[in-house]
């Protein structure tokens, strides 16, 4: 009875072991150290920044696989947006802009990565407001080892524009403030 | 006088009344205006801060209309009014007496949700003190924005059954919030 008992947990360790080797190279998004920042023009003159304060995904990171072993995945909670400015906000959430109620979430899964461990292109689907179009992320790597409570981390950071009127736009900002700049800053805990 | 009598409402009331109504009907007003405006109207950013110092002055003058109405005496309700109006009337007049608080303090709690106080008028500032809570904002919103149009319902009935009493029934309770001293309606 001990001797069979012993083997099943000695089976299931094994087991676990070989999984974690396989998915060695798998990240989750730690998203309190992950920012989706903005900044669009306001009026020609100036920038309107914000971040997106609720970010979550996963994303693999295997330099040794090549350019297929690098893949991202992230979920934006669109409530979240902070520009600092409580009616802003609250008009950015409304369908004037995000629409929240409706679309709750924008995605990005990315389709392919041209590049190396360093950095290059990662290119995806985002879907914002109900519309999914390709994007293509500048991505480099920012660095990556052990932190110093037991885990592993790599982050990356990108810059990506996007125009308003290619994802529905909504209210009418003026000529200078179509393009939105993103910069994203992802750190990632070993699995 | 200034005060009210067991049958009639002073001046004090009375001027509370139409100085609440007056800036109730006039935010709403006010309200769906301006977020139809497009970003560039000259008004986009004016609207705006004049619905929050407006709406403060209305909270404030909410707040002393209901202190008034307990350090007061409370004059019955028109003595030619049925029974089922008395009842109704009793109601309205509480469902107003919340809403005149809960609209804007709801907006109150939108506008300062990040931190940052009411400018009323560039003359001073009122302080946000609340902290940031995302749920009680959210709350917030939809009740600021349902009770305003639900309350605007309300003000239409009030004032339609004000106007009813006094043009088809040719009661008094229409000169009672007019005339301090009114002449004693009876339905005839």
Not at chain 1, 130 to 144: C, L, N, Q, R
Request: proline share 4%; with cysteine; aromatic share 10%.
């Amino acid at each position: 009875m001990i001797a069979r008992t012993l083997a099943a947990v000695l089976a299931a360790t094994a087991i676990a072991c070989s999984a974690t080797a396989a998915q060695a190279a798998q990240y989750r998004i730690d998203g309190a150290h992950s920012f989706v920042q903005l900044k669009i023009s306001h009026l020609g003159y100036s920038w309107m920044v914000g971040t997106f304060d609720r970010i979550s995904g996963s994303l693999s990171f295997d330099p040794a696989a090549g350019p297929a072993g690098q893949k991202i995945s992230v979920e934006i909670d669109t409530a979240s947006v902070d520009t600092g400015h409580a009616e802003r906000d609250k008009h950015l959430r409304s369908p004037d802009f995000l629409n929240v109620r409706k679309f709750p979430k924008a995605t990005f899964v990315s389709t392919g990565y041209e590049g190396d461990a360093k950095g290059g292109t990662m290119k995806g689907n985002l879907t914002l407001m109900g519309v999914t179009k390709p994007i293509a992320i500048a991505v480099k790597k920012v660095g990556e080892g052990k932190d110093p409570w037991g885990g592993y981390r790599a982050g990356f950071e990108g810059t990506a524009t996007l125009s308003r009127k290619a994802f529905g736009a909504g209210m009418n900002l003026g000529p200078a403030s179509d393009t939105v700049y993103f910069f994203l800053s992802v750190e990632g805990i070993r699995n | 006088m200034w005060r009210n009598g067991s049958d009639r409402y002073g001046l004090v009331s009375i001027s509370f009344h139409w100085a609440i109504a007056l800036a109730f009907v006039g935010l709403v007003a006010l309200g769906v205006w301006m977020v139809g405006l497009s970003y560039y109207d000259p008004w986009y950013n004016d609207s705006l801060a004049l619905h929050k110092a407006i709406g403060i002055v209305a909270l404030a003058l909410a707040a002393a209309k209901l202190g008034w109405r307990f350090a007061d005496r409370k004059p019955g309700l028109a003595v030619d009014l049925r029974p089922h109006e008395r009842a109704g009337a009793t109601v309205m007049h509480w469902c107003l007496n919340a809403l005149i608080v809960l609209v804007p303090v709801t907006g109150y709690v939108i506008s300062t949700s990040e931190g940052a106080g009411i400018d009323m008028f560039g003359l001073f500032e009122v302080p946000a003190v609340l902290g940031k809570t995302e749920a009680f904002r959210d709350l917030a919103i939809d009740l600021h924005y349902y009770l305003a149009y639900g309350g605007i319902a309300l003000v239409a009935v009030h004032a339609g059954a004000a106007l009813k009493h006094h043009f088809v029934d040719r009661g008094s309770t229409l000169k009672r919030m007019l005339n301090p001293r009114p002449p004693t309606g009876r339905r005839g």
